[in-house]
């Protein structure tokens, strides 16, 4: 939930316009109307319209998304000085963003995949769902892919396979690497990892 002063909320999914007041109606510079569906007419929010959006992207954390989401924040604080602006104007919106930290949480893509999405929404290419259904940007979930994979990168690294062998975990970065660029990113690192040390344990 987003907290709009004045003790209002709003969903970050439900926002889709925002305008900041002009003269002395924006309160020392920081009143905004914030349009909700499912609410007639806009409500006046005591907090700017950067503000706002930056708190939509706060729950993403340090990813693709949050940089989606402080982008737009960004791009829609310099649009709206010439008035209210439709979020959906602005290539991607507060849902899209929402939509991918899910796809990203269900581990469905990745951080990297993450930014090929919005580079695809931001394209017109549709939705994130569609996006990753067009371009095939979903993580390989198959294990037998994924073993097989991790085989080859040991194979072609028997110096970083000893060291592994030898206790020196760090040095499973190097395979993990070699089959995300396989993989095409789009693998687990966390589960490669997990395939690599069960192998050379």
Excluded: C
Excluded at 31 to 39: A, L, N, Q, S, Y
Excluded at 104 to 122: C, P, S, T, W, Y
């Amino acid at each position: 939930m987003v907290f709009l002063g004045f003790g209002k909320y709003a969903r970050a999914d439900k926002i889709y316009a925002l305008e900041p007041l002009v003269g002395d109606d924006r309160g020392g510079g920081r009143r905004t109307r914030v349009w909700v569906e499912g609410v007639e007419g806009p409500l006046v929010a005591s907090r700017t319209e950067r503000t706002i959006l930056h708190e939509m992207g706060q729950e993403a954390g340090d990813s693709a998304v949050l940089d989606q989401a402080l982008d737009l924040a960004e791009r829609l604080a310099s649009a709206a000085e010439e008035g209210r602006v439709d979020l959906a104007d602005l290539g991607v919106s507060p849902t899209d963003v929402a939509r991918v930290q899910e796809l990203v949480d269900e581990g469905k893509i990745n951080d990297k995949l993450a930014r090929q999405v919005f580079d695809g929404v931001l394209a017109g290419e549709g939705t994130p769902d569609e996006v990753v259904a067009a371009r095939g940007l979903a993580v390989v979930s198959d294990e037998g892919a994924l073993s097989e994979a991790v085989d080859r990168a040991i194979a072609a690294n028997p110096e970083v396979a000893d060291k592994i062998r030898d206790g020196k975990v760090a040095a499973a970065g190097a395979l993990i690497g070699a089959v995300m660029k396989e993989m095409r990113g789009q693998a687990d690192a966390a589960r490669v990892r997990e395939l690599i040390l069960q192998k050379l344990s």
